[in-house]
T-cell receptor, first 112, second 110 residues
Framework: DADVTQTPRNRITKTGKRIMLECSQTKGHDRMYWYRQDPGLGLQLIYYSFDVKDINKGEISDGYSVSRQAQAKFSLSLESAIPNQTALYFC???????????FGDGTRLSIL | GQQVMQIPQYQHVQEGEDFTTYCNSSTTLSNIQWYKQRPGGHPVFLIQLVKSGEVKKQKRLTFQFGEAKKNSSLHITATQTTDVGTYFCALSGSARQLTFGSGTQLTVLP
């Protein structure tokens, strides 16, 4: 959805570097999510936030951190990138409960 | 934790043939969602099933929720090249988030 914007779209970096992926939304949704997608493994939840003060770890949070700067902004950081963090990263939003999630276009991250 | 199995992982069909993907959970679900991801794209929500035994249709797509609310299926009748992509089920978890299946990648041969 154009309402969920991820930057950058592509990033190539080196092992050990700190990386920040950003997500902003104009949908007015309270809930935001970060997922990682590897071929054949579907979408794995890294972190999720139900509002600015409610941030939770997902199933694969090790090596990642997040910041919810505002309702509309949710950033994902890799403090010291390693090659096995090479993947496609998606941000998503939803209104609440079990409502559908709306995904951004993704960030393709390569760590050399 | 909650486990989800989605099969098959890959499916190649000739255009016009039918296609079905199955999603099975280790626990009883409150609801299930289905998403489609086109090649190079992002997941897009298709539908949500809530009731035991529920069947919903969207044109050539038929979605079904099992009677025990532990499994679901997506059936496409007479596939077209526009159906190409990966289909994911997503299960409602106990920790207020969705657990996605590994997806079924559909290839439609013209």
């Amino acid at each position: 959805d154009a309402d969920v914007t991820q930057t950058p779209r592509n990033r190539i970096t080196k092992t050990g570097k700190r990386i920040m992926l950003e997500c902003s939304q104009t949908k007015g949704h309270d809930r935001m999510y970060w997922y990682r997608q590897d071929p054949g493994l579907g979408l794995q939840l890294i972190y999720y936030s139900f509002d600015v003060k409610d941030i939770n770890k997902g199933e694969i949070s090790d090596g990642y951190s997040v910041s919810r700067q505002a309702q509309a902004k949710f950033s994902l950081s890799l403090e010291s990138a390693i090659p096995n963090q090479t993947a496609l990263y998606f941000c998503a939003t939803s209104t609440g409960g079990w409502q559908p999630q709306h995904f951004g276009d993704g960030t393709r991250l390569s760590i050399l | 934790g909650q486990q989800v199995m989605q099969i098959p992982q890959y499916q190649h069909v000739q255009e016009g043939e039918d296609f079905t993907t199955y999603c099975n959970s280790s626990t009883t679900l409150s609801n299930i969602q289905w998403y489609k991801q086109r090649p190079g794209g992002h997941p897009v929500f298709l539908i949500q099933l809530v009731k035991s035994g529920e069947v919903k249709k969207q044109k050539r797509l038929t979605f079904q929720f099992g009677e025990a609310k532990k499994n679901s299926s997506l059936h496409i009748t007479a596939t077209q090249t526009t159906d190409v992509g990966t289909y994911f089920c997503a299960l409602s978890g106990s920790a207020r988030q969705l657990t996605f299946g590994s997806g079924t990648q559909l290839t439609v041969l013209p």
